[in-house]
């Protein structure tokens, strides 16, 4: 495991853990290592919410901090297919706007909606005050993670590339470690937090299979720009399924 570990921080962060092919093999046989690599960038992102600052700038904290650590990878594949998602024909010549090294209009709307949406929800995270912040940011990026095993796992993989190389090689026997790696996100929670962090959890799986089934009909597979979407937009739908759920209950 502390392989497919080091390999899924050499995947998904910028952290300078020093992957090579053993790790690299290893992560793609083990989707549950995308959850503890969830657990590392929402513990490292959540930290600028512990700081005795305005909410505004906790949250501008935690967007920094968050693309320090990620980098902007995921969020190109989110652009990437913004712009597929808005190109007409068939799954080729959508697959040809993805390699497009351009943005268009598609793409920056989705980003664009995407970081708005992602800020909004930070700053609902940070009002509910440090202890609930930061359990939530790390549920939200521990969702976004088993989002994207999840999808590796079910997926059928698109065209040879990075996230071909990733999805599918594991069956989906190998989630049920995923979500044994992942429930400790939503135990031992602070008073009245149990709801928000289970809604938070369940939110960016729930996304990754819509954004899997997406890109099986459009792009006749999940790309690796795939996988990044569903990492963008899971984390957005797993802060604000928390702080609905945290707000209203």
């Given amino acids: 495991m502390l392989t497919a570990v080091r390999g899924a921080l050499a995947f998904l962060t910028?952290?300078?853990?020093?992957?090579?092919?053993?790790?690299?093999?290893?992560?793609?046989?083990?989707?549950?290592?995308?959850v503890v690599a969830?657990?590392?960038?929402?513990?490292?992102?959540?930290?600028p919410l512990l700081a005795p600052t305005p909410l505004p700038t906790a949250v501008a904290g935690y967007l920094l901090a968050l693309y320090l650590v990620t980098g902007v990878t995921h969020a190109d594949g989110l652009a990437d297919c913004g712009d597929a998602a808005a190109a007409h024909g068939p799954a080729t010549d959508r697959r040809e706007v993805l390699e497009d090294p351009g943005t268009g209009v598609g793409g920056a709307l989705a980003l664009g909606l995407a970081l708005l949406a992602l800020a909004l929800g930070g700053l609902g995270v940070a009002g509910a005050g440090p202890r609930i912040?930061?359990?939530?940011?790390?549920?939200?990026e521990v969702s976004a993670k088993?989002?994207?095993?999840?999808?590796?796992?079910?997926?059928?993989p698109g065209h040879e590339g990075l996230g071909s190389a990733v999805v599918g090689e594991a069956s989906g026997v190998a989630l049920l470690p995923v979500v044994a790696v992942?429930?400790?996100?939503?135990?031992?929670?602070?008073?009245?937090?149990?709801?928000?962090?289970?809604?938070?959890?369940?939110?960016?799986?729930?996304?990754?299979?819509?954004?899997?089934?997406?890109?099986?009909?459009?792009?006749?597979?999940v790309t690796g720009d795939a996988l990044g979407a569903a990492n963008e937009l899971g984390r957005v739908a797993a802060l604000h399924a928390g702080v609905v759920v945290w707000t209203l209950w």
């Avoid at 912040?133 to 939200?140: D, E, G, H, I």
């Avoid at 088993?146 to 059928?156: C, E, S």
Wanted: overall charge positive; aromatic content about 6%; glycine content about 14%.
């Fill in 14 to 34: 910028r952290l300078p853990v020093g992957g090579d092919e053993a790790a690299w093999d290893a992560f793609r046989a083990t989707p549950a290592a995308f």
């Fill in 38 to 47: 969830g657990y590392v960038v929402g513990g490292l992102a959540a930290l």
């Fill in 133 to 140: 912040a930061v359990r939530l940011a790390l549920a939200a």
């Fill in 146 to 156: 088993a989002g994207m095993a999840a999808l590796a796992a079910l997926g059928d």
């Fill in 182 to 221: 992942a429930a400790p996100a939503a135990v031992a929670a602070p008073a009245g937090s149990g709801p928000a962090l289970v809604a938070a959890l369940l939110a960016g799986p729930a996304v990754a299979l819509l954004v899997g089934r997406w890109a099986t009909a459009r792009l006749g597979g």
